[in-house]
């Protein structure tokens, strides 16, 4: 019997580093993929894009005297003046589309941005004002771009290095708006940022509508004021009086279900599940007098590791539920119909086939609930040790080891 459990034990270990050769494999094809084709998407599609508020300020040279060798240099430099904005009005449009490249889903989506900001000189004197909006990305597109000042549509753009710098004419306490729109594309995440530091905002109201309704919001950034739900769909607000912020708001896209960190998960749990399907197999050999030798178990857990194999493989070229349900099927397959061969037909579909399916197929479908994987397998590891307790409860494993011993 020792003899036996060493030798089942061996396999096992031999099993368990194959997979997990076979969980680096996928970790490795995963993480070099997702670096060439992030990048390829980012290209295509846009990058993720922060649009930045846009900045206020008029130029005023002055001169600074320096003691440089003890002498005095006299150096003009032009000084920014920064005034903050009256008031912003912002409405974003964010729709998802899924696209997959290799082993991995990426969310790019559509944004339709369209702001009103209004401007106000509360100076004594006339202003000669820039308006500094930089644009979201670099790598990105940017189509219907329309910008109006005091209602007088700008046909020209004045960009230049990726900021769009209007000049604005203001005399004292004058105020008027400046409206602007584009349509643009990015990647995984949009955010509306108000600066680097913490800056003044007033009178300030972005409403978001999303076509999607798993929502999501980055760790740094801050809660919609109010949100109402249409169906699949989002109405989400940022509205402030007054407020002093130097925290961004924005949404994550919502992610598929990526096949390859998915089997790298489901591969490096799989010793595990043939752990407790060898633990139980080997109990109800025992219960059953059932004479099964450790190359039964050898060709077994094959099968199993066949499951995993496939289903590598497989997501690169199918939906991976597809691919899913045809490795189980394969590896069922496999084993019922070699035990069909040792123990019977009815042996091997019934108790073997139903364990495999438990153990298996079951074990591995939870991986689709990451939220409860764990519970799933702490639940499965306690019925597989309630059911050998119970089936061995009155065995006299002394006599067990004996009569092993002595043949």
């Known amino acids: 019997m020792v003899k036996r459990i060493i030798a089942i034990g061996i396999i096992y270990f031999c099993i368990a580093v194959g997979w997990i050769i076979l969980s680096a494999t996928v970790h490795i094809r995963t993480e070099e993929q997702d670096d060439k084709l992030k990048s390829a998407v980012g290209q295509l599609w846009g990058t993720a894009q922060t649009q930045r508020a846009p900045q206020i300020y008029w130029l005023e040279r002055v001169t600074h005297i320096e003691t440089i060798d003890g002498e005095s240099v006299s150096r003009t430099v032009d000084e920014k003046h920064f005034l903050n904005l009256k008031a912003s009005r912002i409405e974003v449009d964010l729709s998802l589309e899924h696209r997959r490249k290799g082993l991995l889903w990426y969310s790019t989506y559509q944004v339709q941005f369209a702001a009103s900001y209004t401007l106000i000189n509360p100076t004594d004197q006339n202003r000669h004002l820039s308006f500094d909006l930089e644009l979201p990305a670099p790598q990105a597109v940017y189509d219907d771009f329309t910008l109006t000042v005091d209602g007088q549509s700008i046909a020209e753009l004045p960009i230049r290095n990726g900021h769009l710098i209007q000049p604005i004419d203001l005399s004292p306490g004058q105020e ?232």
């Open 176 to 407: 008027l708006s400046i409206d602007l729109s584009y349509h643009s594309q990015g990647l995984d995440q949009w955010r509306y940022s108000f600066g680097d530091h913490v800056n003044q905002v007033s009178d300030f109201e972005l409403v978001m509508h999303t076509d999607f309704a798993a929502i999501d919001f980055p760790p740094d950034s801050m809660s919609p004021t109010s949100r109402a739900r249409d169906g699949n769909a989002w109405t989400l607000t940022w509205k402030y009086n007054h407020l002093l912020t130097g925290i961004d708001l924005g949404m994550i896209l919502p992610a598929r279900l990526n096949p390859g960190p998915w089997v790298g998960k489901v591969v490096a749990a799989a010793p595990i599940s043939l752990f407790l399907f060898f633990f139980l197999l080997f109990i109800f050999s025992i219960v059953r007098g059932l004479d099964l030798h450790p190359m039964h178990y050898f060709f077994i857990g094959a099968a199993f590791f066949s499951f995993h194999l496939l289903l590598a493989y497989l997501v690169d070229h199918l939906i991976i539920h597809y691919a899913f349900v045809l490795s189980s099927a394969v590896s069922i397959v496999l084993v019922t119909s070699y035990m069909r061969l040792v123990l019977g037909t009815r042996l091997a579909f019934v108790e073997i086939g139903l364990g495999q399916f438990v153990y298996l197929v079951l074990f591995s479908y939870t991986f689709f609930f990451p939220g409860y994987t764990g519970l799933a397998v702490t639940l499965l590891c306690i019925t597989t040790l309630f059911a050998a307790m119970q089936f061995t409860g009155r065995i006299d494993w002394n006599t067990v080891f004996n009569k092993e011993s002595s043949q």
